[in-house]
């Protein structure tokens, strides 16, 4: 690749490490020359993460998206025209695992444009299931293999998301899908107004929402299958963090502030992730 397409490479791997600042870490132990197609896969996530929430208006994410459809179909003939297709298509991974896979989070993403707030948080973790759990099964299949189970990281993908709009809750309180479910705000008699604004109500409503996504982590570690090394740095972060807002006094701020990503404990995480990674490739 020239040295602009390295340069537009990098700086969709900027964007992801934007959002996860704590995965530098996990770079010294997934080396960017080695596995250009790790990064550029985690990188390629956020691109659809970022249509799929982070764009407000639904028919301009459905343009994007429906890009990125029409991109993944034709791919592995062309080899991409976008610099994330063009790393990820040069690897032979890329066109051992069936075309479905490369499309199905795309398509999930569209679906799921224009739906509205969840009843209860079971709701919430099954109308996440489809785009996250996609993800993850593209993810478990690069890193592991197509044979690989995906059930753990699908459910530590759709808790990663559910804290992540949490910890959006003040920004996204005008939107048709709010990150508290309708039977919590209901509870805790929270109108959507009312979420932009410190109370004791809302405060309640977040430690409630906080304690069904621990108790859900406790359970998805039960679970079989693999995680990448990505995947595992940010289930260890998310679990920390949820943890550290339940004990705060103001666990939204807790949550938005996050945590410091560079600490010891990241990179002894990082690192068993990435030995128990190459010992699976061994395998």
Not at 183 to 191: D, G, K, N, V
């Amino acid at each position: 690749m020239s040295d602009t397409g390295h340069g537009a490479l990098q700086s969709y791997v900027d964007k992801w490490l934007a959002v996860q600042p704590q995965q530098r870490v996990a770079l010294a132990f997934v080396d960017p020359r080695e596995h250009a197609g790790h990064i550029a896969l985690a990188a390629l996530e956020q691109e659809l993460l970022g249509a799929a929430y982070g764009i407000r208006e639904p028919q301009v994410a459905a343009v994007k998206l429906n890009w990125w459809a029409e991109e993944l179909a034709g791919a592995a003939q062309s080899g991409g025209r976008h610099p994330l297709t063009q790393v990820l298509f040069d690897d032979e991974r890329a066109h051992a695992l069936p075309a479905e896979r490369w499309l199905a989070p795309v398509r999930a993403a569209i679906t799921q444009l224009e739906d509205g707030t969840p009843a209860d948080f079971a709701a919430q973790l099954a109308a996440a299931q489809p785009l996250h759990g996609a993800l993850a099964e593209l993810e478990t299949a690069w890193w592991f293999g197509p044979q690989a189970s995906s059930e753990r990281a699908s459910r530590v993908a759709v808790l990663a998301h559910l804290l992540h709009a949490l910890r959006r809750l003040h920004d996204d309180a005008e939107r048709d899908r709010l990150p508290l479910p309708m039977t919590r705000l209901a509870r805790f008699e929270l109108a959507r107004s009312a979420l932009r604004t410190r109370s004791e109500a809302r405060d309640q409503a977040i430690r409630a929402q906080l304690a069904d996504l621990a108790a859900a982590w406790r359970e998805a570690a039960q679970l079989p299958g693999p995680l990448g090394v990505f995947r595992a740095l940010e289930a260890r972060q998310d679990a920390r963090l949820v943890r550290a807002a339940q004990r705060a006094d103001d666990p939204l701020r807790t949550l938005q502030l996050g945590l410091e990503g560079g600490s010891f404990g990241n990179t002894l995480a990082a690192w068993n992730a990435a030995r128990r990674w190459r010992r699976a490739a061994v395998g």
